[in-house]
Nanobody, 119 residues
Framework: QVQLVESGGGLVQAGGSLRLTCAASGRTISTLTMGWFRQAPGKEREFVAAVRWTDSSTYYAVSVKGRFTISRDNTKNTVYLQMNSLKPEDTAVYYC????????????WGQGTQVTVSS
């Protein structure tokens, strides 16, 4: 079992920055693909970014590429999402997720952290 706890959300003005943190416990994340997802009110949850455990390759949704950066610190069992140039449409609950080796789906999810971007 993996427990994931997100933090770092809040209210920020458009153009501002936030850094989300996902602290994992229960097992090491060094062999997990880690991802960030978000869900805005009235919308389905969507993929934001991911970092593979095999080679630390990163992947981003088109809407955030160039503005968001996902990173991992296996020594701290933590994943980060640096969000710059935030837009009102980035407002959502952001979730951290972990995928076991060999799995396409994400197996573990955090409880989410709210990000609100004001115009």
């Amino acid at each position: 079992q993996v427990q994931l706890v997100e933090s770092g959300g809040g209210l920020v003005q458009a153009g501002g920055s936030l850094r989300l943190t996902c602290a994992a416990s229960g097992r090491t994340i060094s062999t997990l693909t880690m991802g960030w997802f978000r869900q805005a009110p009235g919308k389905e949850r969507e993929f934001v970014a991911a970092v593979r455990w095999t080679d630390s390759s990163t992947y981003y949704a088109v809407s955030v590429k160039g503005r968001f950066t996902i990173s991992r610190d296996n020594t701290k069992n933590t994943v980060y999402l640096q969000m710059n140039s935030l837009k009102p449409e980035d407002t959502a609950v952001y979730y951290c997720a972990a995928s076991l080796p060999g799995r396409r789906e994400y197996d573990y999810w955090g409880q989410g952290t709210q990000v609100t971007v004001s115009s």
